[in-house]
């Protein structure tokens, strides 16, 4: 599925994702405990869109739209070929009854692939809108307080 409502929640692996109980991933990640974050580039910005428009109840999403799925190491759920990077993940904590439906996930393995030309990633702003990466601004210098967490 996709899904941009995500945070980081420090400097080790630990990511927010809130995934509404409408959606199979949802039930398949409170089913398994786990799942495999996977980090798009501006190319697949389009095929983004249309996964997020269609469900894996019906669909096979990998066949649909020409992505290859490849084993993970740590947990089932497939890594993505095509993307940037892959985070398998196994859930720390799973939504309670606030209406929030946070999952809070663990990396237990990261992925890169480093033959990608196209490294650019993208955000969504909430109205159908994306951001794509632009200028990277290094001011490593001035960390000063956190050098053991860069
Ligand atoms: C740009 C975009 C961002 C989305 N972000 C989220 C999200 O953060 N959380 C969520 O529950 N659904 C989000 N969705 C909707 C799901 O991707 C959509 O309901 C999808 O059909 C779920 O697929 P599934 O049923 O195979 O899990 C988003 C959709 C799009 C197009």
Not at 35 to 41: G, M, R
Not at 48 to 67: P, T
Not at 80 to 101: F, H, K, Q
Not at 111 to 138: C, I, L, Q
């Amino acid at each position: 599925m996709t899904a941009s409502c995500t945070a980081s929640l420090g400097f080790t692996p630990v990511i927010g994702v809130a995934l509404g109980p409408w959606n199979h991933s949802y039930r398949a990640i409170m089913e398994t405990g786990e799942c495999v974050l996977s980090i798009p580039t501006v190319d697949m910005m389009e095929t983004v869109v249309d996964v997020g428009n269609c469900s894996g109840d019906s669909v096979d999403k990998f066949k649909r739209f020409g992505l290859t799925p490849l084993p993970s190491d740590k947990v089932a759920t497939p890594l993505i070929a095509e993307s940037l990077g892959n985070v398998e993940c196994v859930v720390r904590e799973y939504p309670t009854d606030n209406g929030l439906y946070l999952f809070v996930l663990e990396g237990v393995k990261a992925w890169s692939n480093p033959d990608r030309e196209e490294r650019r990633t993208f955000h969504a702003v909430g109205d159908g809108t994306f951001v794509m990466d632009g200028e990277t601004v290094n001011l490593r210098h001035k960390m000063t307080k956190w050098e053991d967490c860069i």
